[in-house]
Nanobody, 124 residues
């Protein structure tokens, strides 16, 4: 069992930066792939980034590649999403999620555990 709690969201101007954190409970965090998704009002939940259990492999949506960085600290049971050069279209509720394997990373149905989400709002 893995429980996830996101934090770090808030209001930021376009071009600014935010770092989201995802704190996990449970002893199996280090064996799970971690992902970040986001959902804007009226839109489906979309994949943002994922990182393998070791941290050696990462994967990003094209819309955030080069601007966002996913990382993790297994010793702290925490995953992060550093968001730079924020755009208005990055406004959404951001969720972290966990799964065992490294396949079809963009499919939210493949993630077993989810956090409650944290709001990120980018203003002009």
């Amino acid at each position: 069992q893995v429980q996830l709690v996101e934090s770090g969201g808030g209001l930021m101007q376009s071009g600014g930066s935010l770092r989201l954190s995802c704190a996990a409970s449970g002893r199996t965090f280090s064996t799970h792939t971690m992902g970040w998704f986001r959902q804007a009002p009226g839109k489906e939940r979309e994949f943002v980034a994922a990182i393998s259990w070791s941290g050696r492999n990462t994967n990003y949506a094209d819309s955030v590649k080069g601007r966002f960085t996913i990382s993790r600290e297994n010793a702290k049971n925490t995953a992060y999403l550093l968001m730079n050069s924020l755009k208005l279209e990055d406004t959404a509720v951001y969720y972290c999620a966990a799964r065992i394997d490294w396949r079809t990373l963009a499919d939210p149905l493949m993630y077993r555990y989810w956090g409650q989400g944290t709001q990120v709002t980018v203003s002009s």
